[in-house]
């Protein structure tokens, strides 16, 4: 008997003939004998609404409330989906936050996982399938918590782990991780097997098909997950630990972020604790900094430091870089026109002139380099927003991508 | 220290800017210095936009998973007030059905009140207002269980009776009991004071304010009701014992209800058994008779036998006669234009004359009595639809009620 995780996101139940839809694949995982525990988000659309009626009386709102609200989300599509599968004649039951109970800690909005009663839905698998709403738990005090924005992939992860299930899958709306955005990129290749790392770098940079802080979990516990469409039949992509995938390429995919902006400090004074003053109060101000380059300056007693951040921030920091009496340097420029283009591939740190290979592209190309920054699996550049496309194509062709 | 129950209904939730306007209406009762538990309803439409989606899958929607769908109406509402309190400096608190819990016994969908935990929200009241959903419980298996359409005036009044609130209030759309329809009868007037039984047979008439068997729970355990406006100052309606009520006129209101068939069976055979025999199938097919009324023949060893029904349920029901071969009859006559017309007061018993100057002031308007029903405080006619505002402004005048 192999027992399945199942996560349906928000388009995939974003209607009833989807719900419906749903319901028979579920079906079809259940005549194959899986015992099956289906986590589901809101239907697409709901939270935001429910969001923007909290807002309307105050976008301070309560946090205790504001996860009572936003929880009924996940609980009608719960009821809905349990009852299409009464429909086909599926047992099949939803369990409600409080009803398993899935136990978190930590704030309203923001809590962790930390267990759930795994006895009556493992009973319960036996003869049915069980419905549960992703997204929420309840806290020791008995108050319904929320996990965060996409909170329902971490807890299809912690069903995962908690209830030792065979496998993890998560439905979606796009067929699994492709090597590069097939909407701007035709050429775009999906990936069968992809590494935990690989993934997170490609999520964090924009391939939005899972949320990076259930991958993290999944990558902790060593727990395999595949990312498939809930609208084709087609393989979707799995992903694992490192070692169980055999590297052919170097490079894995390309994924690039336009919305960004990039900030340079010329002539900071070096010294210790620099560039703690200046990221401080940016930190403070909520403002989330990607890249961060040092740089020696010229004449070796001051430094230049360029960060990225996202585009909508760049008019604070300014600001907030202005008014900093703590730091001392000779002048600020800035550029809000560029993109960040990156190859991720767990492959790379064992075949040389990987590097070498993307800046020679890029150059054929004739696209300027305004920052370079390297982690193990990854390598970013940031460049002029206009050559981006071209930029990501070359990448993917020069990689053997397409 | 006043404790009270205050309970809004859908169209006095049903935006945010009501919702807000609740919120100040509660905070008003809670600077007097009052305990204060509310009850809410779901957002006006919020339950048949949900009932629409169960039957958008099926019309034999699973009832476990209809109930855990139609909750969350509630909960979306209790969030948004007590979010909307917390935004005007008032704390407060919402309690879940289970967080309660309000325990909850009979089948889903149409499951009764029979406990709640009073002690956390007693303590709580001292320093906040409690927000609870209307209409729903939790049974003892700890599955989401509803009581009924319009349940959260039951809800109100449990609350009332469970936690020994000094007033239970029901905030509504409308100013409080009429002595008619106020819609069609301009010189209708609010009822200042009723009792329980005289609200019932209006409010069984159409005289939709509160939900019957509400009333009734009130009328068993004697807990006092209002029933005002959420959108005026006036004072409401009270609702007592009748020993309360110092009855100065003999009708109390008038009530009506347009949608209704009349079937009369002509020489039904008189014996025992034969209205046991006509009624038992049309109550297997859930029609709903109201009035019978049975007279003997003019050849006195048969009886005619006269009842109403709904006007939708009149096509089913000549069927289910017809094909019923308990019974012998010569023949059956219906008229599906008709219209019940009723005083209502619990102070006709007292009074001489009320039933000769009904028929009289309806003689007076030539309107024609098809059939009579009396109870102890109602005296109900089936007349011609087309006569029924007729009808209702002539008695509203001459029982001195404009």
């Known amino acids: 008997m192999t027992k399945k995780v199942l996560k349906f996101g928000g388009t995939s139940v974003g209607t009833i003939e989807r719900i419906q839809h749903v319901a028979k694949i579920i079906g079809k ?12 988000s809101a239907m697409a659309g709901k939270t935001n609404e429910l969001i923007k009626l909290s807002s309307s009386i105050t976008n301070n709102f309560n946090k205790r409330e504001l996860d009572v609200l936003l929880s009924s989300g996940e609980q009608v599509t719960c009821a809905l989906l349990a009852g ?7 047992d099949a039951k939803s369990w409600l936050n409080w009803q398993i109970p899935i136990l978190t800690e930590g704030d309203h909005s923001n809590a962790r996982i930390i267990n759930m009663n795994i006895n009556n839905i493992n009973n319960y698998i036996k003869k049915g ?64 097997k992809i590494s935990y790392d690989e993934m997170l770098e490609l999520s964090s940079l924009g391939a939005k098909v899972m949320q990076s802080s259930a991958v993290q979990t999944a990558m902790m516990y060593d727990i395999p997950l595949e990312v498939k469409s809930t609208f084709t039949d087609r393989k979707g992509t799995k992903i694992f630990n490192q070692e169980n995938i055999d590297y052919t390429k170097s490079v894995t995919g390309v994924a690039y972020s336009k919305d ?3 900030v340079t400090l010329i002539g900071v004074e070096d010294k210790p604790g620099v560039a703690a003053n200046i990221f401080e109060p940016l930190n403070k101000a909520q403002i989330n900094v990607d890249m961060v380059i040092q740089n020696i300056s010229s004449d070796q007693k001051t430094t230049d430091i360029t960060f990225t951040i996202k585009r ?3 008019l604070k920091t300014i600001e907030l870089l202005k008014i900093n009496n703590r730091i001392k340097y000779k002048s600020i420029s800035h550029n809000d026109k560029v993109a960040k283009v990156s190859i991720v591939g767990a492959g790379m740190v064992s075949t040389p002139g990987v590097t070498y290979k993307m800046f020679r592209g890029l150059a054929d190309e004739k696209i300027n380099i305004l920052a370079i920054s390297t982690s193990e699996i990854k390598l970013s550049v940031i ?8 930029a990501v194509k070359k990448l993917h062709t020069i990689f053997d991508l397409d």
Request: charged share 30%.
């Open 312 to 314: 909508d921030d760049l």
């Open 84 to 90: 299409a599968l009464n429909q086909i004649k599926i």
């Open 129 to 192: 399938v069980a419905v549960i709403p992703g997204f929420q738990g309840v806290s020791k005090s008995g108050d319904i918590t929320t996990i965060g924005r996409g909170g329902s992939d971490a807890t299809a992860v912690a069903v995962a782990k908690i209830f030792d299930t065979d496998s993890c899958e998560i439905y979606t709306d796009v067929d699994g991780v492709f090597s590069t955005d097939p909407k701007k990129i035709p050429v775009a290749k999906k990936i069968d």
């Open 260 to 262: 960004e902006s990039k």
């Open 383 to 390: 460049i002029d927003e206009e050559n981006t496309l071209n």
């Open 29 to 40: 995982e259940r005549d194959l004998g899986n015992e099956i525990i289906v986590v589901v």
